[in-house]
Structures are given as C-alpha cells and as structure tokens.
C-alpha cells in the first residue's frame, strides 16, 4: 500500500473498522446518527493519535480532536441541520507557464494521475469524466462531471452531474507568479451537502479531515508529474511490514 | 533481500525484505557497496524524532553500483560505480535550481503531512523517518534511488569505496557548513563536534581558506583524530572549566569569526545547563538538549557567522536576544549534496580530501544492531560502523 496517503499506514484499517461499526444500517434520526458518527470518528482519531507516539499519531490525534471540538460546539438542537459545505481552496506555484499548465490539465489526459491518491477517473471525453472515491467502511461513491467552464491559460471549473450521494464541484485557475517563478495554482473543491445517512457520513469525514490534506496533496502530484515527469511514491518500498510484501 | 530494520524504539533488527523495483522512470536500482551509520539515525533510534513505522529500512550514507535503470535515465547506466546524497533532489524545481537541493519541491511523497511541521515541506532523505519521505535506507543489499541522474555521481577510477562512502553525506555537510562561514583571509572557525560530520566541517574550513580551526568534544580519541588527521587545535570540554574563556584567550579576545554546531539534539555537556536540558528532554518536554548550540552563539564574535549542521527539532531558551545584540548571520541547512559532490571529488582526486579515516570499524549488515550500539555508547573508540552488504 502507499504508506504516503494521508491516512496511511496502520491506522486506516482501524478507522474504517470503527466507521463500519458506527455507520448506521438503516433509516432513522438521520441527523443524530451523523452527530453519533462526526463524534465516534472523532474519539476514534484522537484516540488512536494519542496512543500512538508518532508523528502521525500527532496529525491523526489534531484531526480527531478538531472533529470533535466543531461537533460539540455545536447546539444540540442544530445537529446535523446545519451542514456546512465543505470548501477547501490550496495554492501552489509550478515552475512553467500558465498556458502550459492549462494544456496540462485540460489536454494531458492525467487528471487520473493527479487526483489518483483518492479517487478513479475515467475520462471519456475533454469534459466529461467519471469519478469513483472509496470512503471508509469499504464502500464507494462515483459520481460525473462536466466541465462548466474553461478559459485557456486562466481556468477550469466542472461539477458533478444530478444523482450523486455527495454533489461536488471543483475549478482550478492558473495565474502567473512574479520574476521567474513560474504560475500559481489554485485548486478549489466544493462539496454539497449530501442526501441518504451514507453520502452524510461520508461527506462528514471527507469534511472534517482529509480535503485538505487531499487538495493538497492533488496540487503536489500535479505539480511533480508537471516539473519532473513523474509523481514521488513510495510505491513498492522495500520494508519488514506485512502490507508491503 | 536483508535489510537493517527500525522495529521500535532502541529496536532494530535485521530481516528479509522485498527486492526494490523501478517504479518511476528516472529510478535506478543500486547494489549497495558500502553503508554507513551517522549520527542523525540515532535520533529516531532513541525516539527523539516521530514518524518511523516499524519495519522501516534504514540508511542514508551510502555508495553503490547501477543494477537496473528506468527508461528516463539518461546520465547513470547499468555496472556505474556511484556516490549518493542523502536527501533526494529532483533537479527541476525552483529550489533545486537554485542549488537549495534538500529543500527539493518534488521528491517527498508525504510533503503534505510533514508541511504542518516547518510550515512548508523539505524533500526527501532515504532510510529517514515518514516526514522525511519514508524512502527505504541503505542499510540493504540493494536500494531504490529516485532522480538518478541528479543524485548518482560517478566515482573516479582510482578512488577506494572508503575514500568515497563519507562524500554521501558527512563531506558534503561539513563542507557546506564551512561553505556557509563565508571565510576570509585569517579567519578562525571553531567546531562543536568531532563526529563525521564535525571532522569533515573542520577539514573543509581550512580547504576554504581559515587560517585556524579548533575543534570542541569531549571523547580524546576523536579530538586526537582532528589534531592528526586534520591540524584542529582542540579543546576538551569534560576537562576544562570554561570553553568560552578558552576560545576567548585562543582568539585574542575577539572571538571565533565563524562557530560551526555538528552536534545537533542530543548534546552533551556539563554543569546546571546540561541537567535542565536533559530532564526536559527526559520528559518529552523539549526534543533538543542546545547546550552546544548556545555555547556556540555565545562565543562567536560580533559580526560573525552561526552555521548549524546539527539536526534540531523544537528548542525552548534559544538566546535570539545573543544573536540580534551581536549581529551574527545564522545559516543552516541539511545538506545540499548535489551542490558540492563536484567539488568534493574532485578535492578526493587531488588528494586534499581523504575522509577513509571515519571508517574505524567494519560489519556485515547482519551485524548491524550491535553495530549501532557500539556507535551510540562509542565503544571502542567507533567513529563510523561501516557495513559492507
């Protein structure tokens, strides 16, 4: 596996396992099991954090503790009402023009590549393509876009098409960086709150931990493939632990 | 393969681990020839720095032989005898092409949870903790090197592996060290350290053109290793009272013009500074215990250049007041290697620069647990475990 995703390594098991068992079966107080769910994710974070002395632990136990704080401060009464969208925006300078970039990402056919850490796309043509994203409990969403707008060297915006549990949107804009430092990338993604207890669960957890470590993380593989050629893995990397055999 | 493995703190152990494979274009696959412990392994080893995972492979000073090359390698080829910087550079990125190689944009696959920590991310280090990269190490029969091209030297016929191992990573981090002093005619550069990396800084100060080097540590072997092997006036701060009224009286009271720390987090020293540091530390309350780091930016003179080599994590009592009331310039940096690996083999050609002295001990890699203990307590008067797998 590649411990370099951003909830890599032996914790992920752990957190799917204790998102399966909390994530409820059936129908219900929709709003109370999201606020069950947000909350056991929470503990379950910090507590796997603090138990494990380690960097990571440190992250997870950040993750889960600001999970929980956004939880609890909450009115009780308003839980699960009041869904906020989850909006993430990161920047990023990559050393080539913003016509090349734009070229990159609209006719290179490596959006698969780039956004390959969390979710599979297909594309199936210059607009329109077809993302699936695992989400904890080993179950998956997928979802179309279309691209809603393009301008050449400046940006692209999609957004997902009618009928997905977790409604989505997303633009990428190219603006050039001064002296010889190249363009600055700014990526946006934008999703809507969802219908149905799994897409809300799923968009709670994508919501409180992982779009910016995941946007992020989508700049610099851009960025990477762009200078370099290639996306820095851990792919394969020789270690004494099970998962790499 | 076998591989020396990280399993826990103060736990490693040699076990058998997948053969690396080409997974991107510009990779090559090296047959490791020689392998070597330093100093910053330790600081994971004691669990001083987080982010390990058990079964890691460790190892980050190294040289070895091209065994299979990506399809994008285009410098290196298969049967090349090569010499490795530590961090991983990519070569494209702005900072690389500015000769900042270890703040590499490209190379760290985990840059995203690492940024949190420096505020934006370094590049990758082989063999080193996850923040850094989470590379496997050296301490193997082969490894997997990213960017080949950028980080494979060619060693010139002629040169012995031990003349060449040390020009992975302690020749090019005590040269840029020296580098960073900005040396002029008669300038006096003092060192905090007779380790690898304090040894080679030493060396380098006077291939820089210092007129003096005095070299500070408490083990006699080593500080008779300066004295020997490189000219260092020395001081043995076990034995003497004051090092500051020392080097004040060795400078005519002006002072060293550039001090050099190649000690890093775990310094030792002496007196009611060096307790405080250690029971902070023992506490988990601080990572570094700064004693050589503050005797070194007390002692500099006015005006004059801190050059950090020593690895740091988070410091509490860090005299900033020292540093702004004298004026010093601060440089720091792990090691730009692909910068000065040029330099430095062309010094090891010439004869100038012979680091083979480090070697003071050989293992096999089966070896390598006990190997690390003896480094970590120096036993036996052991500068470097050299492992040859």
Same mark, same amino acid.
């Given at each position: 596996?590649?411990?370099?995703?951003?909830?890599?390594?032996?914790?992920?098991?752990?957190?799917?396992?204790?998102?399966?068992?909390?994530?409820?079966?059936?129908?219900?107080?929709?709003?109370?099991?999201?606020?069950?769910?947000?909350?056991?994710?929470?503990?379950?974070?910090?507590?796997?954090?603090?138990?494990?002395?380690?960097?990571?632990?440190?992250?997870?136990?950040?993750?889960?503790?600001?999970?929980?704080?956004?939880?609890?401060?909450?009115?009780?009464?308003?839980?699960?009402?009041?869904?906020?969208?989850?909006?993430?925006?990161?920047?990023?300078?990559?050393?080539?023009?913003?016509?090349?970039?734009?070229?990159?990402?609209?006719?290179?056919?490596?959006?698969?590549?780039?956004?390959?850490?969390?979710?599979?796309?297909?594309?199936?043509?210059?607009?329109?393509?077809?993302?699936?994203?695992?989400?904890?409990?080993?179950?998956?969403?997928?979802?179309?876009?279309?691209?809603?707008?393009?301008?050449?060297?400046?940006?692209?915006?999609?957004?997902?098409?009618?009928?997905?549990?977790?409604?989505?949107?997303?633009?990428?804009?190219?603006?050039?960086?001064?002296?010889?430092?190249?363009?600055?990338?700014?990526?946006?993604?934008?999703?809507?709150?969802?219908?149905?207890?799994?897409?809300?669960?799923?968009?709670?957890?994508?919501?409180?931990?992982?779009?910016?470590?995941?946007?992020?993380?989508?700049?610099?593989?851009?960025?990477?493939?762009?200078?370099?050629?290639?996306?820095?893995?851990?792919?394969?990397?020789?270690?004494?632990?099970?998962?790499?055999? | 393969?076998?591989?020396?493995?990280?399993?826990?703190?103060?736990?490693?152990?040699?076990?058998?681990?997948?053969?690396?494979?080409?997974?991107?274009?510009?990779?090559?696959?090296?047959?490791?020839?020689?392998?070597?412990?330093?100093?910053?392994?330790?600081?994971?080893?004691?669990?001083?720095?987080?982010?390990?995972?058990?079964?890691?492979?460790? /190892?980050?000073?190294?040289?070895?032989?091209?065994?299979?090359?990506?399809?994008?390698?285009?410098?290196?080829?298969?049967?090349?005898?090569?010499?490795?910087?530590?961090?991983?550079?990519?070569?494209?990125?702005?900072?690389?092409?500015?000769?900042?190689?270890?703040?590499?944009?490209?190379?760290?696959?985990?840059?995203?949870?690492?940024?949190?920590?420096?505020?934006?991310?370094?590049?990758?280090?082989?063999?080193?903790?996850?923040?850094?990269?989470?590379?496997?190490?050296?301490?193997?029969?082969?490894?997997?090197?990213?960017?080949?091209?950028?980080?494979?030297?060619?060693?010139?016929?002629?040169?012995?592996?031990?003349?060449?191992?040390?020009?992975?990573?302690?020749?090019?981090?005590?040269?840029?060290?020296?580098?960073?002093?900005?040396?002029?005619?008669?300038?006096? &550069?003092?060192?905090?350290?007779? /380790?690898?990396?304090?040894?080679?800084?030493?060396?380098?100060?006077?291939?820089?053109?210092?007129?003096?080097?005095?070299?500070?540590?408490?083990?006699?072997?080593?500080?008779?290793?300066?004295?020997?092997?490189?000219?260092?006036?020395?001081?043995?701060?076990?034995?003497?009272?004051?090092?500051?009224?020392?080097?004040?009286?060795?400078?005519?009271?002006?002072?060293?013009?550039?001090?050099?720390?190649? &000690?890093?987090?775990?310094?030792?020293?002496?007196?009611?500074?060096?307790?405080?540091?250690?029971?902070?530390?023992?506490?988990?309350?601080?990572?570094?215990?700064?004693?050589?780091?503050?005797?070194?930016?007390?002692?500099?003179?006015?005006?004059?250049?801190?050059?950090?080599?020593?690895?740091?994590?988070?410091?509490?009592?860090?005299?900033? /007041?020292?540093?702004?009331?004298?004026?010093?310039?601060?440089?720091?940096?792990?090691?730009?290697?692909?910068?000065?690996?040029?330099?430095?083999?062309?010094?090891?050609?010439?004869?100038?620069?012979?680091?083979?002295?480090?070697?003071?001990?050989?293992?096999?890699?089966?070896? /390598?647990?006990?190997?690390?203990?003896?480094?970590?307590?120096?036993?036996?008067?052991?500068?470097?475990?050299?492992?040859?797998?």
């Amino acid at each position: 596996m590649d411990v370099g995703s951003p909830l890599g390594g032996p914790a992920t098991s752990g957190i799917a396992d204790a998102l399966k068992g909390a994530l409820p079966g059936g129908t219900g107080k929709a709003s109370q099991e999201q606020r069950r769910v947000t909350l056991i994710l929470g503990g379950v974070l910090l507590t796997l954090g603090l138990r494990r002395v380690s960097f990571g632990g440190a992250a997870l136990a950040l993750a889960g503790g600001a999970l929980l704080y956004r939880e609890l401060s909450r009115q009780s009464g308003q839980a699960g009402a009041e869904t906020h969208m989850a909006e993430v925006t990161r920047s990023i300078t990559i050393g080539k023009s913003a016509a090349e970039l734009y070229r990159f990402w609209r006719e290179g056919g490596h959006l698969p590549r780039v956004m390959g850490h969390f979710a599979e796309i297909t594309e199936t043509d210059m607009d329109q393509a077809h993302w699936t994203v695992r989400v904890p409990g080993g179950r998956s969403l997928s979802w179309d876009t279309r691209v809603v707008e393009s301008r050449p060297g400046e940006l692209v915006s999609w957004q997902s098409l009618p009928g997905t549990e977790l409604p989505n949107r997303g633009e990428v804009h190219f603006r050039p960086a001064p002296g010889d430092r190249g363009t600055e990338v700014t990526l946006r993604l934008h999703f809507q709150p969802p219908g149905g207890t799994l897409g809300a669960a799923a968009a709670r957890a994508l919501n409180g931990l992982v779009p910016s470590l995941l946007v992020g993380d989508a700049l610099r593989r851009f960025k990477s493939l762009v200078e370099t050629g290639e996306i820095p893995t851990l792919d394969r990397n020789p270690s004494a632990r099970a998962s790499t055999a | 393969m076998r591989a020396l493995c990280w399993e826990g703190v103060n736990d490693l152990r040699v076990q058998t681990v997948p053969d690396p494979e080409i997974v991107n274009p510009h990779d090559v696959i090296l047959r490791i020839t020689m392998s070597t412990t330093c100093g910053s392994d330790l600081h994971f080893i004691d669990g001083y720095v987080p982010s390990m995972l058990p079964g890691d492979v460790i /190892g980050h000073e190294f040289m070895g032989v091209v065994e299979d090359a990506g399809s994008e390698v285009k410098k290196v080829k298969k049967g090349d005898r090569v010499v490795v910087p530590s961090f991983v550079a990519c070569g494209d990125c702005w900072y690389c092409q500015h000769d900042l190689y270890s703040l590499c944009d490209n190379t760290n696959p985990n840059a995203e949870v690492q940024a949190p920590l420096l505020g934006y991310p370094t590049g990758a280090c082989f063999g080193y903790t996850h923040a850094f990269g989470g590379y496997a190490g050296s301490h193997a029969q082969y490894m997997r090197v990213p960017h080949a091209d950028v980080g494979c030297f060619q060693v010139p016929e002629g040169l012995r592996d031990e003349q060449v191992l040390f020009l992975s990573d302690a020749a090019p981090t005590g040269y840029m060290g020296a580098d960073f002093c900005d040396i002029q005619p008669g300038d006096i &550069v003092a060192v905090w350290g007779c /380790g690898g990396v304090g040894l080679m800084a030493q060396q380098s100060a006077l291939l820089l053109g210092a007129e003096r080097v005095i070299a500070i540590d408490r083990f006699p072997e080593r500080l008779k290793m300066a004295r020997d092997h490189i000219g260092s006036e020395t001081i043995n701060y076990a034995e003497t009272p004051d090092v500051l009224a020392i080097l004040h009286e060795m400078t005519g009271g002006r002072g060293p013009d550039a001090c050099i720390d190649a &000690v890093g987090m775990e310094a030792h020293g002496t007196g009611p500074g060096y307790l405080y540091d250690k029971a902070m530390q023992t506490l988990r309350l601080v990572t570094d215990r700064g004693q050589a780091l503050r005797q070194a930016i007390m002692a500099v003179r006015k005006g004059g250049t801190l050059s950090v080599l020593g690895v740091y994590g988070v410091m509490d009592k860090f005299p900033i /007041g020292v540093i702004m009331n004298k004026g010093l310039t601060v440089r720091s940096a792990q090691q730009h290697g692909q910068h000065y690996l040029p330099r430095l083999l062309e010094h090891a050609v010439k004869g100038e620069l012979d680091p083979s002295y480090l070697a003071t001990h050989r293992f096999s890699l089966e070896d /390598g647990p006990r190997a690390y203990q003896m480094f970590k307590n120096k036993e036996d008067g052991l500068v470097r475990a050299v492992f040859t797998p």
